[in-house]
């Protein structure tokens, strides 16, 4: 293999990351993509709409342009790319929320403290904020409005997925466990009208799911279950599902989310885990990981700084699954859900 060239300018890039970051996150807070519309707009008209003086909104305009999202016309005129409609809260694959929290303060702010948690291993939002992440949460209605809707954009591309990527035809009632406000239970009960299900979270998680199952027309065969999957999971289902849950937990929590399914789980029953799975080793050429950009591994130091989670590798998995009665017997990369994977686990032989 040629030896790598080194590449200063990279370099810079990713020293202004979090400057790009803070970027979309002020274009969706003065609703830029919104204001521009369809058709192109001069800078002084979005300038007017979102209550900024014309010459900085111009610059912000040019910057989003060299981002990607906007394309600058002949004129003073900004038009949206089709990665820039991403930014509109009324566009059906909308991530504004997703960028609204993943750019707040209650997430950036234990980052800086990122070679403390790597040092000791403790996470530093707790450190930061007076108490962990979730709690914080609880005390801030909006924010954790907000998280939800950011978990339910999350959400979506999995939803749109896995109802193609698993035969569930076979089961009758699926749990999804931590499940928010219920889009992925919504996109599998619409695929599968046989189905019905149950969409189990806290009080807090649950806040938006009645709207949820509402608008996808499955409320008549989902019901919503209040509790604490560390004390226990309601018995009833065929399927448990979950998605996006274990990474935020230590080892030791996980067997226990995973060891509540598994004492509820028939005998053909099946707990589908949906998460990231790492490789045993990088290798940074792979067009998995150039297409990723290295986001699953960003995610988990965030997990690290902010809840004391992690990402896993398929050992990480079977070895959190063994210790909670599971096996597993197969791993499949979702395809249409990068980098998401279908873990499959059943009940271990006794």
Known sequence: MAPRVADPEGIVRLAFGSMAAQTLRAAVRLRVVELIGASPRRAAEVAAGAG???????????????????????????????SGALLDPGHPDSLTSFVRM????????????LDDSVRTGEVAFDGVFGTDFFSHLARYPELSAEFNAAMSQAAAQTAAALPGAF??????????????????????????????????????????????????????????????????????SDVYVVKSVLHDWTDGQVVTILGHCRSVLPPDG?????????????????????????????????????????????????????????????????????????????????
Not at 104 to 113: D, Q, S
Not at 279 to 308: C, I, K, Q, R
């Open 52 to 82: 900024t003086a014309t010459q900085p909104m111009r610059r912000l305009l040019r910057a989003l342009t060299t981002l990607g999202l906007l394309e600058e016309r002949a004129g003073d005129s900004f038009s949206v790319t089709a």
């Open 270 to 350: 099946l707990v589908l885990i949906v998460e990231p799975v790492l490789p045993e080793v990088v290798d940074s050429g792979s067009a998995a990981e150039v297409t990723d950009g290295g986001t699953t591994y960003l995610s988990d130091l965030n997990m690290l700084v902010n809840v004391g989670g992690r990402e896993r590798t398929r050992k990480d998995f079977e070895d959190v699954c063994r210790r909670a009665g599971l096996v597993v017997p197969s791993v499949t990369p979702l395809a249409d859900a990068a980098p998401f994977s279908l873990i499959e686990a059943v009940a271990a032989r006794e």
């Open 102 to 113: 993943f750019t707040e303060p209650a997430i950036v702010r234990a980052w800086e403290h």
């Open 167 to 236: 035969d569930f035809s076979r089961f009758g009632r699926i749990t999804d466990v931590g499940g928010g406000d219920g889009t992925l239970l919504a996109g599998l009960l619409g695929a599968h009208p046989g189905l019905t299900g149950v969409v189990f979270d806290t009080a807090q998680g649950l806040a938006e799911a009645a709207g949820t199952l509402e608008r996808h027309g499955v409320s008549d065969r989902c019901s919503l279950v209040s509790g604490d999957f560390f004390r226990a999971v309601p018995a009833g």
